[in-house]
């Protein structure tokens, strides 16, 4: 049976190279974790949650969370964390799931509805900023149709690494966010700094 409300993904595969390596949602911004942010901003906008990411899980077990690896060898990317999200969503008997990044804590608080709202019928929404017909897309940030997790795959099987080329191939429609830099994410020492400031002005 499938579950009344949106299921959410956490996508925290990425190996932070930026940062000098580890996990970036583990480093601390206003005495949380960027993590910690990131699960308060999403919590209140779906019914369950999990984190994708690989290694030793136990270093997630403050968050009390399922932990997802990547259902594929080599750490191809997000993109794979992607295919994590959907094959959970598909042992819950969800049609959709929703992706977000560990690094970005201070995404709308409207998300999943936008999203759900632009996916239509088919499910299938990426957020974008700028236009309609030339957005700027942020890939990792979407809602994905559970039933094609087995094209996914074989797509990541045979190399395929880019989040919005997949996406657009297959259907995704442009979920249109306004306001300055809605998806920041936090990549390097200097945008931690950012991130920090912007708390302590209050601008989340």
Do not use: C, Y
């Amino acid at each position: 049976m499938q579950r009344a409300g949106p299921i959410g993904v956490i996508l925290a595969g990425g190996q932070s190279r930026r940062m000098g390596g580890g996990d970036k949602g583990l480093l601390s911004l206003d005495g949380h974790s960027i993590l910690h942010h990131v699960i308060a901003r999403l919590s209140p906008q779906v019914q369950r949650m999990a984190i994708n990411a690989n290694g030793d899980a136990t270093r997630f077990a403050p968050f009390n969370l399922p932990v997802l690896p990547d259902p594929v060898p080599g750490l191809p990317g997000p993109l794979a964390g992607v295919l994590a999200a959907m094959d959970w969503a598909a042992g819950l008997g969800a049609a959709t799931v929703i992706t977000v990044a560990a690094d970005t804590p201070f995404f709308p608080t409207d998300l999943v509805t936008r999203l759900q709202a632009a996916g239509g019928s088919a499910g299938f929404s990426l957020a974008a900023t700028g236009k309609d017909t030339a957005p700027d897309w942020h890939p990792v940030f979407g809602l994905w149709p559970v039933a094609l997790r087995h094209i996914l795959r074989q797509d990541l099987l045979a190399g395929q690494r880019k989040v919005n080329t997949w996406a657009v191939q297959n259907g995704a429609r442009p979920a249109l966010f306004a306001g300055t830099n809605p998806f920041f994410n936090i990549n390097t020492p200097e945008d931690l700094a950012i991130a920090r400031a912007r708390i302590a002005r209050h601008e989340v």
